[in-house]
């Protein structure tokens, strides 16, 4: 269901935060639940992968990871500030050691000159360390546009 | 990233629930995020999907859905009635009109001779209407286990 190179690349995000006895959450919007069923998809995972958050909807943004209405008012849902809060309450809420978000367009609309299509923020929050927000802009359809965010993520996830 | 016959059918259940004005959340386990993960691959599906829960481990079953204690302690995770609470939890949370959720074993490891690999519980919970909960056991690997799964919920979605 998933490409063999994605799930050795979540073979070896899982692999090594087992090592280091670390958990994972993750809260997702435009890629909607691929980088949690990716990881998932790997047997065993249950020892690293805790829970998921898809929070696709600026309403299930605020209310399961704790977004700020005035940040998505000042800023939109596709934006630094709501990825690092997205990542930074899927951390809290599922007392985990790890936690990985995403917020993008992921197209084909959606897009505009300020955030074109393919425009994805993805962060890493991590227990006792800074939070890394990247921005990307990723070529192609919304296929590739969330295949390409699901790799970024797992990459940041062990970086 | 997801086979054109799943896509197919997400794009189905998306067109009759947002034809009804219906919207929809997910609440998984085995399938950790696919079936959320099928349905945004659909361009537009954010008129219709709202939220999903990941509710991997039994402490996010609980946090995020309101799966009772006691129902795993007497049941297990993989039960009719903890399929059931996730789902009708999932439609309260996320305050939708449709919700469908899953827990089952996936394997190749935690089978039992009561609860073998492919055993699988999908419950749809529906606004002001009875909820359902099916029971499967699904053939071969992990792979084909979990993509069953969110084949048989898409179906449970509209039926």
Same mark, same amino acid.
């Given at each position: 269901m998933l490409p063999e190179a994605t799930l050795d690349q979540a073979r070896q995000v899982l692999a090594t935060l087992d090592a280091r006895g670390e958990s994972l959450a993750t809260a997702e919007s435009c890629t909607g639940g691929l980088i949690a069923a990716a990881l998932t998809a790997? @047997?065993?995972s249950s020892s690293v992968v805790m829970a998921g958050f898809v929070t696709y909807s600026n309403t299930a943004k605020v209310a399961m990871v704790g977004v700020q209405e005035a940040t998505l008012a000042a800023? /939109? @849902?596709?934006s630094d500030p709501v990825a690092r809060q997205m990542a930074e309450g899927a951390l809290a809420r599922a007392g985990v050691d790890v936690a990985l978000s995403c917020t993008g367009? @992921?197209?084909?609309? /959606?897009?505009? @000159?300020?955030?074109?299509?393919g425009l994805v923020f993805i962060a890493r929050a991590r227990r006792g360390a800074p939070t890394i927000v990247e921005r990307h802009v990723f070529p192609g359809d919304r296929a590739a546009v969330r295949a390409a965010t699901v790799a970024a993520a797992l990459r940041l996830a062990v970086d």
């Open positions: 790997i @047997a065993g800023h /939109g @849902a596709v367009v @992921a197209g084909p609309g /959606g897009g505009s @000159a300020d955030k074109p299509v």
